[in-house]
């Protein structure tokens, strides 16, 4: 799922290309990505976009009356940005949003249609999509702290809860802990204040990095849909299971769940101790490795 710096390398594109454009025509190709029905998305039709802004992981286009566009993209929703008139890619497109400039198309992998449009009007509606998660980019520590102790989980659930905080997913919640060198299992009322301190500067000392680098990386052109990924080379330790970690060469470990994993260093995190996968380890009982 595109998380907090994909969201803004969007945002960013978005508004150096559809901001004072009219939407000319918006072209549905899924009955299942309009969610809502009142008002109409023809309402859209030939109204300028005003701004572009995030709410959490959505993207909204705002457009005049308070009418706005919210986007989820879900996790496997990209967008592209192509010729005027381009038609929506066979089997993947969702829809196509035509701008003098260009046209937005909307895409989606895999068989779940998961990404989702709502139309809506009014501040009050769209209050209403907003999850609630601080913004993490400019809380305070006392807020923060407040936060993540309001409820005892996983400090990888409570980073990943957007009603908690605003746009961490699955892979920048492992580089945040790793660079805070805390385990994704410890829990979240147990922390020390200086571990919640380190916790606090390692979140935006990272989404502030990724944020920079994806800007530089994007600043000539739009992201392509290979472009937003939740696998990059540089970094730390989410998808590099087995590689060496870059700061201390331990092979990065794994923790598998439902549909989402955990990749830490065990010697920078977890003090060499390897933690338990839930189905891994209780098919190999005491066979299953305690340290590295």
């Known amino acids: 799922m595109p998380e907090l710096p994909d969201i803004m390398v969007y945002v960013d594109g978005l508004r150096h290309r559809v901001v004072d454009q009219p939407l000319q025509a918006a072209r549905i190709g899924s009955p299942f990505l309009v969610r809502t029905f009142e008002p109409p998305i023809d309402d859209a039709i030939g ?94 520590l006392a807020a923060f702290s407040a936060t993540l102790r309001r409820e005892n989980h996983t400090l990888k659930r409570c980073l990943t809860d957007p009603r908690l905080f605003d746009g961490i997913g699955n892979a920048y919640s492992d580089e945040i802990l790793h660079a805070a060198r805390l385990s994704p299992i410890a829990l979240s009322q147990k922390l020390g204040d200086d571990e919640v301190a380190r916790l606090h500067s390692a979140t935006q000392r990272v989404l502030r990095h990724w944020i920079d680098k994806l800007h530089a990386e994007f600043a000539d052109r739009f992201p392509g849909a290979g472009d937003i990924t939740a696998f990059r080379p540089d970094f730390a330790v989410h998808g590099r299971f087995g590689q060496p970690c870059p700061d201390c060469g331990s092979p990065v470990q794994r923790i598998r769940y439902a549909e989402n994993e955990s990749n830490y260093c065990a010697k920078c995190q977890t003090a060499g101790r390897v933690l338990a996968d839930r189905s891994l380890s209780r098919l190999l009982k005491d066979d299953w490795p305690r340290t590295l």
């Open 47 to 140: 109204q300028p976009v005003i701004d572009v802004r995030r709410l959490g992981k959505r993207i909204i286009l705002c457009l005049p009356g308070e009418l706005f566009l919210v986007f989820h993209l879900m996790i496997a929703g990209r967008f592209r940005w192509q010729k005027c008139g381009s038609k929506p890619l066979a089997k993947i497109g969702l829809a196509a949003f035509d701008f003098p400039t260009g046209t937005l198309t909307l895409t989606e992998a895999g068989k779940q249609k998961r990404a989702s449009l709502h139309v809506v009007r009014g501040e009050a509606s769209l209050r209403e999509h907003d999850p609630g998660g601080v913004d993490v980019l400019s809380v305070a």
